[in-house]
C-alpha cells in the first residue's frame, strides 16, 4: 500500500482543515488507517483512526470532539476533518496503514505517507 497524504497548510486557531490519505492497492478497504502527527522537537504521536468499515473512529483524547475520521473505501480515501484547530495541533500530519487493532502503537503501521504540514498561528 502506497500512502499520500494532502491538505495541510496555514489556518488560524479556531479555524479548520480537511487532511486527505489517497492509498493505492486493492485492499484498503482490509487496513486499519490512521493519523500521527510529529511536531518539532517532539516524538510523533497518535491522533485518530479507523476500522476497516469505518464504523469505529477512534481519537486521542487531545482531538476528541475537535476532529472528525472518516474513509471511502470506494474510492481507496481517508479524510481527517480538523475544526476548532488551536496553535498545539501545528505538526506534520503522516498517515499510515496496519491490520488489525488497537490503533494507538505507532509501531504495528507497515505503510506510512509523506506527510503534510499543518500550521495553526495565534
Known amino acids: 500500500v502506497q500512502l499520500q497524504a494532502s491538505g495541510g497548510g496555514l489556518v488560524q486557531a479556531g479555524g479548520s482543515l480537511r487532511l486527505s490519505c489517497a492509498a493505492s492497492?486493492?485492499?484498503?478497504?482490509?487496513?486499519?488507517m490512521g493519523w500521527f502527527r510529529q511536531a518539532p522537537g517532539k516524538e510523533r504521536e497518535f491522533v485518530a483512526a479507523?476500522?476497516?468499515?469505518?464504523?469505529?473512529?477512534y481519537y486521542a483524547s487531545s482531538v476528541k470532539g475537535r476532529f472528525t475520521l472518516s474513509r471511502d473505501n470506494a474510492k481507496n480515501m481517508m479524510y481527517l476533518q480538523m475544526n476548532s484547530l488551536k496553535s498545539d495541533d501545528t505538526a506534520v500530519y503522516y498517515c499510515a496503514a496496519r491490520r488489525g487493532w488497537p490503533p494507538q502503537d505507532r509501531s504495528a503501521y507497515d505503510y506510512w505517507g509523506q506527510g503534510t504540514l499543518v500550521t495553526v498561528s495565534s
Open positions: 479507523i476500522n476497516w468499515s469505518g464504523s469505529n473512529p
Open positions: 492497492g486493492r485492499s484498503f478497504s482490509t487496513y486499519t
